[in-house]
């Protein structure tokens, strides 16, 4: 089955400690991309991937970190998680930079 | 800068119509068109090419506006299963960032 997985799903965690999300795609897509959902804010882009080794920010990259070793696999990491990154978390992929994104389930994190 | 949408917010009994807009202060390449259901991702609906076609996704089609960067969905004979928040997103020209706006909660009641 065609998807984009992510994990973990829910995280709760404290400042300051370090963490990954993971994200993997299974069609081969070019462009992946990683956004950040907020209440009355929507989507806001955080750093996505054109391909292998090529990332670039979003519009909201700070306190963010990206790579893209395998065309798989784009893993999010929060080196020092702070309050204000406690959001729902959705990574996507497509085809193409212009094409259909498909997105992962989200991932819930808390950082108290 | 994020596009805005508007309304915020429709409510609709089944078989209404409805228009969201989405507008923007640059000039754009492309506005795409996600429908997200409460607790789950968003889902792609279609996409808009600068000198494009409007498109249309069974009673769901949309235009795009490139004088004026605006985009319209146009939604008709709305089923229950329409009700949820719609997003667009837009990019600009020389430029692959993908900027949503907040969105339209829409509700579709019996």
């Known amino acids: 089955e065609a998807q984009v997985t992510q994990n973990p799903r829910y995280l709760i965690t404290v400042t300051g400690k370090k963490l990954t999300v993971t994200c993997s795609q299974n069609?081969?897509?070019?462009?992946m991309s990683w956004y950040r959902q907020d209440p009355g804010l929507g989507l806001r882009q955080i750093y996505y991937?054109?391909?292998?080794?090529?990332?670039d920010k979003g519009d909201v990259p700070e306190g963010y970190k990206v790579s893209r070793k395998e065309k798989r696999n784009f893993p999010l990491i929060l080196e020092s998680p702070s309050p204000n990154q406690t959001s729902l978390y959705f990574c996507a992929s497509a085809l193409t930079r212009v094409g259909e994104q498909y997105f992962g389930p989200g991932t819930r994190l808390t950082v108290t | 800068q994020q596009p805005v949408q508007s309304p915020q917010a429709v409510i609709l009994r089944e078989g209404e119509d409805a228009v969201i807009n989405c507008s923007s202060s640059k000039a754009l390449y492309s506005v795409h068109w996600y429908r997200q259901k409460h607790g789950e991702a968003p889902v792609f609906l279609m996409i808009?090419?600068?000198?494009?076609e409007q498109k249309g996704h069974d009673k769901i089609s949309a235009s795009f506006n490139e004088k004026k960067q605006q985009s319209s969905l146009y939604l008709t004979a709305s089923q229950l299963s329409y009700s949820g928040t719609y997003f667009c997103?837009?990019?600009?020209?020389?430029?692959?960032?993908?900027?949503f706006g907040t969105g339209t909660r829409l509700q579709v009641f019996p």
């Open positions: 997103g837009t990019r600009s020209l020389n430029t692959d960032k993908l900027i």
């Open positions: 991937s054109m391909n292998v080794e090529v990332t």
């Open positions: 808009l090419l600068k000198g494009g």
């Open positions: 069609m081969n897509h070019e462009y």
